[in-house]
C-alpha cells in the first residue's frame, strides 16, 4: 500500500512545515508486572514510565535525558509502538497511533523510525549491509526490481558516508562507527519523518562519536528531519538539541530550550545533573557543586510525594506528599519552562555553560 | 599525611618515583601473527600523583594497565620485554607467589564493572576481610573492624548490614564503593583504576570521582587512572599520558596539555568532544579510524599518519620518536611546533 504522495519527492518526503507539532504525547504511562510463582501471579508493578506528556514539532531535536533506568529509552519504543503503553495518548500528525490496527501500524512505521544504541547487536549477522538496508526498501515497497533497490541502497550508503563497493560485506567486518551508519541508513531508507535516536553515539569511541553526530545533524538539515535524540550525556545533548526533556523515574521533571536549561535550570534534579557533568577543562574550579547522595529509587517501588525528595536538598513535608505535576513557570524573560517542583519558583539554582562564571570570578 | 595538606603534583620532585615503566612490551600471539598492543611503552607516577592514561578503544592503555600486575591473559598475551619498578623491585623479575603477594597489597586495581570484579558468591564483609587475612597476620575479629572502618570512610551507610550482603544486591555506585574499599585495605602504594566510572551514571560518578579524590589525598597513594573521557581526565589527573596504537603519542601536565595540545591526534580528540560551550557546528571530527593492530604490522611511519591533517610524506615513512616539546611535555610527531602554532592563530 503505497500513498501517492510518497512517489513525489525522490530525495525523501515532504518536509512538514517547520515548527508544526508532529507528535503529542499525553499521560503516557508504562506498567511492567512482577510475576512470582508458578502461576506467575502479579505482585507489583515497575512504573517505568510513570507519567510522559510532551510534543514534538517538526523539524526540531528534542533530547530526553535522564539516567538509566528512568525511563527514557521505554518512552522511545512506545512512541513506535515497539512496546505497548499501559494508558496515554500518542498522536503522530493527529492521528491516534495506539488505535491503528497492523496494517495501519506497518505503513505508519514508514514515518517513524529508530537508530539503536548498540550497532552490534541490532544488525543481523548473516546479512549484507546490501541486504540490510533494502530490506525496508522492499518491505515497505518504495522501489521496483532489483535494479532500483540496488540504486537506492547506493545512494543511501553514499550518504552516510559508506562506500558502495562494500555492499557485499557483513557487519562483523565494519567498525562500531561504520556499523551505526549502517543502522542509520536503514532508519533512512524509508524516508521517515520523525528518528528517534536511542543512544545513537554511547557506545562509539570519542574521535567517532563526533563523526557520527555530524551526519546525524547534516542528515537533519538535508531531509527536514525531526529527532527524539534519547541520551545520558548532557554535553552531547546540549550540542544537537533544540529542546530538552529531562526524565526522572518515570516522569518529565523539566522541559525547556536547550539554552536555556542550561544556563538556568529550574529543577534541583536538573541542576544536579549539569553540576554533575566532568567538564574536559582543568583550569575551571567549580564552586558550589552539587553531588546528589544517594540512588535513584526502584521504579517499583518509588516513593511517595515527589520522586526526586528522597535526594533532594530543598525538600519539604509537602514534597513527601504530592506529587507535583509538569506545568509552566514563567521564565524572567518572558517566556516558559515546564516544571514538575512545587518550589520552582522559590529556589535558587546555578546552571552550567559559557554564560555562567567560574568560581570567585 | 604530608601529602593531603600539600597537594599533589608532579612538581614535588622530592616524591620517590612509586611506579616507573620502562619500554613496555606486551604482544599478544595469534593465529594472524604477532599483535603488539602495547609497543614500547615508558613512564612514571610519583607518590601522590595522579596519571590518567587516555585512548580510544584498542590504543593498548587497558592492557597496560593489566601488564603493570601481570594480569594479561597468558596465552595469547604476554609482556615480552621492558621494566616494571615499584618502589624500585622489578615486578617482571619476580616469581609468581612474589608477585600475588604486590597485588592487593602495595599495588591494587579498581576496575570499570564492579559486577564482574567481585566475587558474587562471596558477601561483602567476607570478600573484603580476606584482604587483610592474606596480607597481614590480623585474626578475623581485627580483619573485619578494619573492613567496617574502611566502608564507613568510602561512605557505604550502615556498614554492618552491608557486611552480609551480596554483590548483586547492591546498587552500581555502591559496588564501585566496595570496589575502592577493598583496592584500599592494604593501603597500596599504587592504585590502578581502570575506567572506574564509565558503567556508572553521572551523579554517581561524581560521588564515586569525588571519593577518589578524598581517597588520594589521605592516603598518597600513586594513583593510575584509565580513562576515555576527558572531562573526568581534567578532573582528576596531574599528568595525562596520550596513547593511540600502541604507543604514547604524548605527555604533559594536565593544564598543558588541555591549554596547547602538541600531538595532532590529542587536539582532534579535544576537538571532537562537545563540552558545554561548543556551538553548534564548530566540532570537527577526527576522519578514518582507529587502526587495527593487525594493520600495524605493515604500517611504516606515524601510526596516525593516515587520520592526521598535519601529515607530510616523511610522516609516512619514519615513525617519529617521543621528543620534547618543553620542559615537561614530551610529543610524538615531527610537527608539533606547527600543531601548536595552529592553535596561537585560531
Redesign the interface.
Known amino acids: 500500500m503505497i500513498e501517492k504522495g510518497h512517489q513525489v519527492n525522490p530525495m525523501g518526503q515532504m518536509p512538514g512545515k517547520s515548527g508544526d507539532e508532529l507528535l503529542r504525547v499525553t499521560g503516557l504511562k508504562k506498567y511492567f508486572p512482577i510475576t512470582a510463582g508458578v502461576l506467575r501471579r502479579v505482585v507489583g508493578q515497575v512504573r517505568a514510565v510513570e507519567d510522559v506528556t510532551l510534543s514534538i514539532r517538526s523539524g526540531e531535536t528534542l533530547a530526553l535525558v535522564g539516567?538509566?533506568g528512568c525511563g527514557k529509552s521505554t518512552t522511545g519504543r512506545l512512541l513506535l509502538r515497539l512496546l505497548e503503553a499501559t494508558s496515554g495518548d500518542i498522536s503522530f500528525e493527529g492521528k491516534d497511533i495506539r488505535k491503528l490496527d497492523r496494517r495501519q501500524l506497518r505503513e505508519m512505521r514508514r514515518e517513524m523510525q529508530i537508530i539503536f544504541q548498540d550497532p552490534f547487536s541490532s544488525l543481523h549477522p548473516r546479512m549484507t549491509v546490501r541486504n540490510l538496508i533494502a530490506e525496508p526498501i522492499a518491505f515497505h515497497g518504495l522501489a521496483k526490481g532489483r535494479s532500483e533497490i540496488d540504486e537506492q541502497v547506493d545512494r543511501l550508503m553514499e550518504t552516510v558516508g559508506l562506500s558502495p563497493a562494500n555492499r557485499n560485506r557483513y557487519p562483523h567486518e565494519f567498525?562500531g562507527?561504520?556499523r551505526q551508519r549502517i543502522g542509520i541508513a536503514r532508519g533512512l531508507a524509508v524516508r521517515p519523518k520523525f528518528i528517534v535516536c536511542d543512544e545513537p553515539i554511547s557506545a562509539l569511541?570519542?574521535?567517532?562519536?563526533?563523526?557520527v553526530?555530524?551526519l546525524l545533524?547534516q542528515l537533519q538539515r538535508d531531509n527536514g528531519l525531526t529527532y527524539l535524540f534519547i541520551s545520558?550525556d548532557?554535553?552531547?545533548v546540549?550540542?544537537?538539541s533544540d529542546r530538552v526533556a529531562v526524565m526522572y523515574l518515570g516522569s518529565i521533571v523539566e522541559m525547556a530550550e536547550t539554552a536555556k536549561l542550561?544556563a538556568a535550570p529550574r529543577h534541583p534534579y536538573t541542576s544536579?545533573?549539569l553540576?554533575?557533568?566532568?567538564?574536559?577543562?582543568?583550569?575551571?574550579e567549580r564552586a558550589g557543586?552539587v553531588?546528589?547522595?544517594g540512588?535513584?529509587p526502584s521504579p517499583s517501588n518509588p516513593p511517595p510525594g515527589c520522586a526526586f525528595n528522597p535526594r533532594c536538598q530543598f525538600a519539604e513535608s509537602r514534597c513527601r506528599v504530592e506529587t507535583p505535576k509538569l506545568r509552566p513557570i514563567a521564565a524572567p524573560d518572558g517566556t516558559s519552562t515546564q516544571v514538575a517542583c512545587h518550589f520552582a519558583e522559590k529556589i535558587d539554582l546555578k546552571g552550567?555553560?559559557?554564560n555562567v562564571p567560574a568560581a570567585g570570578q | 599525611m604530608t601529602y593531603s595538606a600539600t597537594g599533589f603534583g608532579s612538581q614535588d620532585q622530592n616524591n620517590a618515583k612509586v611506579l616507573q615503566v620502562e619500554n613496555l612490551e606486551t604482544h599478544f600471539i595469534t593465529r594472524a601473527g604477532v599483535l603488539k598492543a602495547v609497543d614500547g611503552v615508558s613512564f612514571h607516577i610519583h607518590a601522590g600523583e595522579t596519571v590518567a592514561l587516555v585512548g580510544?578503544?584498542g590504543c593498548g592503555k587497558s592492557v597496560t594497565a593489566l601488564s603493570l600486575l601481570r594480569l594479561v591473559p597468558n596465552p595469547p598475551g604476554e609482556i615480552v620485554g621492558g621494566r616494571i619498578l615499584l618502589d624500585g623491585d622489578d615486578l617482571l623479575e619476580m616469581s609468581q607467589s612474589e608477585i600475588e603477594d604486590v597485588r592487593g597489597d602495595r599495588a591494587a586495581m579498581i576496575f570499570q564493572e564492579p559486577l564482574t570484579a567481585l566475587n558474587p558468591i562471596l558477601n561483602v564483609g567476607n570478600q573484603l576481610s580476606e584482604v587483610i587475612l592474606r596480607h597481614t597476620k590480623a585474626s578475623k575479629r581485627e580483619a573485619r573492624a578494619l573492613v567496617l572502618d574502611m566502608l564507613k570512610r568510602v561512605g557505604i551507610s550502615d556498614p554492618e548490614s552491608r557486611l552480609k550482603a551480596y554483590p548483586h544486591q547492591l546498587?552500581g555506585?555502591?559496588r564501585q564503593r566496595v570496589m575502592i574499599a577493598m583496592a584500599l585495605l592494604a593501603n597500596p602504594a599504587l592504585l590502578i583504576a581502570d575506567e572506574p566510572t564509565t558503567a556508572l551514571?553521572?551523579?554517581?560518578?561524581?560521588?564515586i570521582?569525588?571519593l577518589m579524590r578524598d581517597m588520594r589525598d589521605q592516603t598518597g597513594a600513586a594513583v593510575l587512572m584509565i580513562t576515555?573521557?576527558?572531562?573526568?581526565?581534567?578532573?582528576m589527573?596531574d599528568r595525562v599520558i596520550v596513547m593511540y596504537a600502541g604507543r604514547i603519542v604524548e605527555s604533559a601536565p594536565?593544564?598543558t596539555l588541555?591549554?596547547s595540545p602538541a600531538h595532532p591526534y590529542t587536539l582532534?580528540?579535544?576537538?571532537?568532544?562537545?563540552?558545554?560551550?561548543?556551538q553548534?557546528?564548530e566540532?570537527?571530527?577526527?576522519?578514518g579510524?582507529?587502526p587495527t593492530l593487525a594493520a600495524l604490522k605493515d604500517m611504516e611511519g606515524c601510526r596516525f599518519a593516515p587520520r592526521c591533517a598535519f601529515a607530510s610524506q616523511k610522516c609516512r615513512e619514519h615513525e617519529p620518536p617521543l621528543e620534547n616539546a618543553s620542559n615537561d611535555q614530551s610529543v610524538r610527531c615531527w610537527h608539533w611546533d606547527q600543531v601548536l602554532a595552529s592553535q596561537v592563530a585560531v
Do not use: C, K, W
Open positions: 539516567e538509566s567498525s562507527g561504520q569511541d570519542v574521535s567517532i562519536q563526533a563523526q553526530l555530524n545533524s545520558h548532557l554535553s552531547v546540549r550540542y544537537i542550561f544536579a545533573l553540576s554533575a557533568i566532568p567538564v574536559p577543562d582543568p583550569s575551571l557543586r553531588i546528589l547522595e540512588d535513584v552550567v555553560g559559557p | 580510544e578503544s546498587s555506585g555502591m551514571d553521572v551523579t554517581i560518578q561524581a560521588q570521582l569525588e576515555h573521557d576527558l572531562g573526568v581526565v581534567a578532573e589527573a594536565v593544564r588541555f591549554a582532534g580528540l579535544m576537538r571532537s568532544t562537545p563540552n558545554l560551550t561548543t553548534r557546528g566540532l570537527s571530527a577526527i576522519p579510524l582507529v
